[in-house]
């Protein structure tokens, strides 16, 4: 059984309701930021603050415990891209293509990003499938990753 396909619809309207109600983060450690006493991580983004989820996957991507996967094409990656991720464009992932230095690591846990935090909600099925267990997409897109100061840009000459 292949993943599980979803209508853009469903994907946009599921979106839309997560970003409205739900605490950002992956599983329920978000839910401790709505603790008593501690203001929501809506508040501390909108007052400058770093989510927590994503400071803790910026953390874990420098310390090496975890890969920040672009799930962007080529194109968008090449407009410039995070010095420490992995170019896996969502096009490749739906044909079932991954490069080995995603695969010779499926013991570390997967951020994801796009440009806009759509994408990697279709990515992370295409990644289970392909035997990746530990994958967390994130719903910021690359710029609000980029003005949380998530990683350093890479030269535009780099390539994937």
């Known amino acids: 059984r292949g993943p ?23 599983g329920l450690r978000g ?18 603050g770093v989510p927590e989820h994503v400071a803790e996957a910026k953390e874990a991507v420098a310390a090496g415990a975890a890969l920040l996967l672009d799930v962007r094409e080529r194109d968008e990656w090449a407009q410039g891209h995070f010095q420490s991720a992995v170019h896996v464009p969502l096009s490749a992932l739906q044909r079932g293509l991954c490069p080995p230095q995603v695969l010779s690591q499926l013991d570390r846990r997967l951020y994801l990003h796009c440009a806009a935090g759509v994408r990697v909600h279709y990515a992370a099925p295409a ?3 392909l035997g990746c267990l530990d994958v967390v997409p994130l719903q910021e897109g690359f710029h609000e990753l980029h003005h ?3 990683d350093d840009l890479a030269d535009a000459t780099s390539s994937s």
């Open 4 to 26: 599980m396909r979803l209508s853009r619809s469903v994907v946009m309207t599921t979106l839309a309701f997560t970003r409205a109600f739900a605490p950002r983060g992956p």
């Open 31 to 48: 839910l401790a930021a709505f603790a008593p006493g501690r203001p929501g991580l809506r508040g501390l983004a909108a007052l400058g």
């Open 127 to 129: 990644l289970h499938a």
């Open 148 to 150: 949380y100061h998530f």
